[in-house]
């Protein structure tokens, strides 16, 4: 039986698309792992940049964008926390025999060519910025998303954040096709759980973790097989979240009777895989 060739994309090769290509590796039939693409983020895209101010501004006016851009400047300053996994993607390339290519942007020249030079048939993204068509295309199949949020609902972020603002019962995972907007493509798997009282963003996080594996490794494993059905999303004229102002923190933080961070899922701990012994 021919084998599906994926490779995986991210921007942070020692969080959970490490664990996302453990799964993968080593519990789903039918596929391989030809390569990992690891986007450095050393390369800017300006245009992006001028779509992002514009974006803030129509969002919540020059307050917000000066928020926006002292929240920017703190994470430059201050080193983000990020989930750690035991191996990083460079330690699985040599566990399971494929190549982790670092490239500036992924939206770049750089990239595109060493996507292209993968052959693979599926991208699986976990953790990047808005990918491009003309990157997503390149595999034969186009490229899937793992988004920690309900889709058509949560699009966009933070996780964790708007489901506990909104006051709504259950957290989703979703994986979905990528296409030219932002959680927007076919929903080809979905998972939830349940919103307890005692929760944070941060703990929401954690939950999503225990399912979001198992999640992507069902889906990828279905498209190898040629069964994987999309499931049927009326998006209506749902928006994309963004993160939240000062007040709709604050707003969140009087409800919760505690400090809350917009980027408190950033904390959130890597969990072990559920299915098999490392």
């Given at each position: 039986?021919?084998?599906?060739?994926?490779?995986?994309?991210?921007?942070?090769?020692?969080?959970?698309?490490?664990?996302?290509?453990?799964?993968?590796?080593?519990?789903?039939?039918?596929?391989?792992?030809?390569?990992?693409?690891?986007?450095?983020?050393?390369?800017?895209?300006?245009?992006?940049?001028?779509?992002?101010?514009?974006?803030?501004?129509?969002?919540?006016?020059?307050?917000?964008?000066?928020?926006?851009?002292?929240?920017?400047?703190?994470?430059?300053?201050?080193?983000?926390?990020?989930?750690?996994?035991?191996?990083?993607?460079?330690?699985?390339?040599?566990?399971?025999?494929?190549?982790?290519?670092?490239?500036?942007?992924?939206?770049?020249?750089?990239?595109?060519?060493?996507?292209?030079?993968?052959?693979?048939?599926?991208?699986?993204?976990?953790?990047?910025?808005?990918?491009?068509?003309?990157?997503?295309?390149?595999?034969?199949?186009?490229?899937?998303?793992?988004?920690?949020?309900?889709?058509?609902?949560?699009?966009?972020?933070?996780?964790?954040?708007?489901?506990?603002?909104?006051?709504?019962?259950?957290?989703?995972?979703?994986?979905?096709?990528?296409?030219?907007?932002?959680?927007?493509?076919?929903?080809?798997?979905?998972?939830?759980?349940?919103?307890?009282?005692?929760?944070?963003?941060?703990?929401?996080?954690?939950?999503?973790?225990?399912?979001?594996?198992?999640?992507?490794?069902?889906?990828?494993?279905?498209?190898?097989?040629?069964?994987?059905?999309?499931?049927?999303?009326?998006?209506?004229?749902?928006?994309?979240?963004?993160?939240?102002?000062?007040?709709?923190?604050?707003a969140l933080e009087a409800r919760l009777g505690r400090p809350v961070r917009h980027d408190d899922f950033r904390r959130a701990?890597?969990?072990?895989?559920?299915?098999?012994?490392?």
């Amino acid at each position: 039986m021919t084998q599906l060739r994926v490779v995986v994309i991210t921007s942070n090769a020692s969080g959970n698309a490490a664990r996302v290509c453990h799964h993968l590796a080593r519990s789903v039939d039918g596929i391989t792992l030809v390569g990992a693409l690891v986007d450095a983020g050393t390369t800017s895209d300006r245009r992006r940049q001028l779509r992002r101010l514009r974006a803030w501004q129509s969002h919540g006016g020059s307050r917000y964008v000066l928020w926006r851009c002292w929240l920017e400047a703190r994470d430059k300053v201050r080193p983000q926390i990020r989930a750690q996994y035991v191996h990083t993607l460079g330690h699985l390339g040599e566990m399971y025999g494929f190549p982790v290519i670092q490239v500036p942007n992924i939206n770049g020249t750089q990239a595109r060519d060493s996507l292209a030079g993968l052959n693979a048939d599926l991208g699986v993204s976990v953790g990047n910025r808005v990918i491009q068509e003309s990157t997503f295309a390149i595999p034969r199949l186009g490229m899937v998303n793992l988004h920690h949020g309900r889709i058509p609902d949560f699009r966009g972020g933070p996780p964790g954040f708007w489901e506990m603002y909104d006051q709504v019962p259950v957290m989703g995972v979703s994986v979905h096709r990528i296409d030219a907007e932002l959680d927007h493509g076919e929903l080809l798997g979905a998972a939830e759980f349940a919103i307890l009282d005692r929760d944070d963003p941060r703990t929401l996080m954690e939950r999503a973790y225990t399912v979001d594996v198992r999640l992507m490794g069902e889906v990828v494993g279905a498209i190898s097989k040629g069964s994987n059905k999309p499931i049927a999303v009326d998006f209506g004229a749902r928006g994309v979240r963004t993160i939240p102002s000062r007040a709709q923190v604050r707003a969140l933080e009087a409800r919760l009777g505690r400090p809350v961070r917009h980027d408190d899922f950033r904390r959130a701990r890597l969990p072990p895989l559920p299915d098999a012994p490392p």
